[in-house]
């Protein structure tokens, strides 16, 4: 038998090198050298049992047996283990703020913030006045008083974290009123019923899906009610017959009572948009004047920020809240705090915001920036993708993303996809669309209407050439 294996060019499994002879060769070095001797006899005793298997089983081709080609395997195989699984990427799906790519790109201030945090010791809870012990609250608390109009503010892991701690810092085993209106749920199941539930808090819904008004807020008001409560409408908007009560006029309501008014505000900016061309959005200053007691807000939405969930309101209801055995458990690390007070040193100089807060540059830019660099990579797609798909700069619409204005779009331009051949598309730009996804920097577009769209908005002209340079040879 082992006979004609060799004379039909195949190897027994008594041919098989052993384990010492294979790290003994010139071949594995460089192998031995990057990813240490436990990690490559690891792969090397796969490698040989799966070869054993194919020998047994009918013949491995000598070839395969070669010192080489078990290095060249060993090395790919120990090469794809490493290999970073959170990766960046190009965000073409023409939503800015897209949960699912990480939300908010950090500005190069706070880039420099993080990498300073993390290869040197920092003052995170020691006070450089005293010497002793400090907050690390009290890095960020002023900035954020500044820029809010609050008291007082403090700073936890999401706004999920923000909302559950203010509630059960404040109500737990106590009514919180919610029009029912309000009772979103974003992504990630993500419910206010459900955070009311773990905080400790009962739901008390008034009005209805479409309609609410002040006195449904009075009347639910009894003994044990905690606090009167906005919820942003993340996601979605209702239209038509509609009726809310705005926050000056909750707030009214509670403070007759003696009860604090809170506000969800979700994404939470700072500044006015429309200043910048973009749809309103109240603001967390402007919600403050208004009369909320307390407001919770993103840190990687609308402000631009890394992901955080900030409260800021009034100073005797954050310190309960700081007091909370929850804070401990939901505070943020050194990494977010290096992060997010550059970020908000940035907003103090209004008029440099938009060319220097990346997330407001990228919802800014404006589309006769856009439109060019479509044209000029259109071909450089066409001749990637091949003769059986047809691309076009065309225009589309971006919209901002993470719960932020669902309804209002920003106009783009971009490039748009189409099977070229007979018979149903949705094969070829599935593969299309997968072929782009196994790029080293993968390309994430999205499928829609019988056409891959690639919107150009987040791809800045700095990152061009290597988009494209992705591009030169072809995909397939």
């Excluded at 799906?93 to 949960?99: D, S």
């Excluded at 705090?337 to 807060?357: I, K, N």
């Amino acid at each position: 038998m082992a006979d004609q294996l060799s004379g039909a060019g195949l190897a027994a499994a008594s041919d098989i090198p052993s384990l010492d002879r294979l790290l003994n060769a010139e071949a594995l070095r460089p192998a031995l050298a990057t990813h240490g001797r436990t990690q490559v006899v690891a792969a090397l005793r796969r490698d040989l049992e799966a070869l054993r298997k194919r020998a047994l089983d009918g013949g491995v081709p000598r070839h395969e047996l070669d010192a080489a080609a078990v290095a060249a395997r060993t090395s790919a195989a120990l090469d794809e283990a490493a290999r970073p699984r959170l990766r960046a990427v190009y965000n073409l799906t023409g939503t800015v703020l897209h949960t699912n790519l990480g939300r908010a790109l950090l500005p190069d201030e706070a880039v420099a913030s993080v990498l300073r945090a993390l290869t040197s010791p920092a003052n995170l809870e020691f006070d450089l006045d005293t010497g002793g012990r400090g907050d690390r609250d009290d890095l960020i608390d002023d900035l954020l008083c500044e820029l809010t109009g609050a008291e007082a503010a403090t700073v936890v892991n999401n706004n999920a974290a923000a909302v559950l701690l203010m509630l059960n810092a404040l109500a737990d085993r106590r009514d919180v009123v919610v029009s029912r209106g309000e009772l979103v749920e974003i992504g990630g199941a993500f419910r206010i019923p459900d955070i009311m539930k773990r905080a400790g808090a009962k739901l008390v819904e008034v009005g209805t899906t479409n309609r609410t008004h002040a006195a449904d807020y009075e009347n639910a008001i009894g003994p044990r009610t905690a606090m009167l409560m906005k919820v942003h409408c993340s996601n979605y908007a209702v239209t038509g017959f509609t009726k809310s009560v705005d926050v000056a006029d909750v707030a009214a309501l509670a403070h007759a009572r003696g009860l604090p008014a809170t506000v969800d505000l979700g994404s939470g900016t700072l500044v006015d948009l429309t200043q910048f061309g973009l749809p309103k959005e109240d603001t967390v200053r402007e919600t403050i004047a208004a009369g909320a007691d307390l407001v919770t807000f993103s840190g990687d939405k609308l402000l631009g920020g890394p992901q955080a969930g900030l409260l800021v309101g009034r100073a005797d209801l954050i310190r309960k809240i700081k007091k909370n055995p929850l804070k401990r458990a939901l505070r943020v690390g050194k990494l977010t705090l290096a992060a997010l007070e550059p970020v908000l040193q940035l907003y103090r100089a209004p008029e440099f915001l938009a060319q220097r807060l990346t997330t407001l540059r990228l919802l800014t830019r404006p589309m006769r920036d856009i439109q060019p660099q479509a044209e000029r990579l259109r071909g450089v797609l066409a001749h990637a993708a091949g003769p059986s798909y047809a691309v076009e700069a065309v225009p589309m619409f971006s919209q901002i993303g993470s719960g932020a204005l669902p309804i209002d779009q920003l106009p783009s331009y971009g490039l748009a996809v189409r099977y070229a051949g007979s018979g149903r598309p949705g094969r070829h730009l599935d593969r299309l669309e997968t072929l782009l996804r196994r790029l080293p920097v993968p390309v994430i577009g999205r499928i829609a209407d019988d056409a891959l769209w690639l919107d150009l908005r987040c791809l800045e002209d700095r990152d061009e050439a290597a988009f494209a340079a992705q591009l030169a040879e072809p995909l397939a």
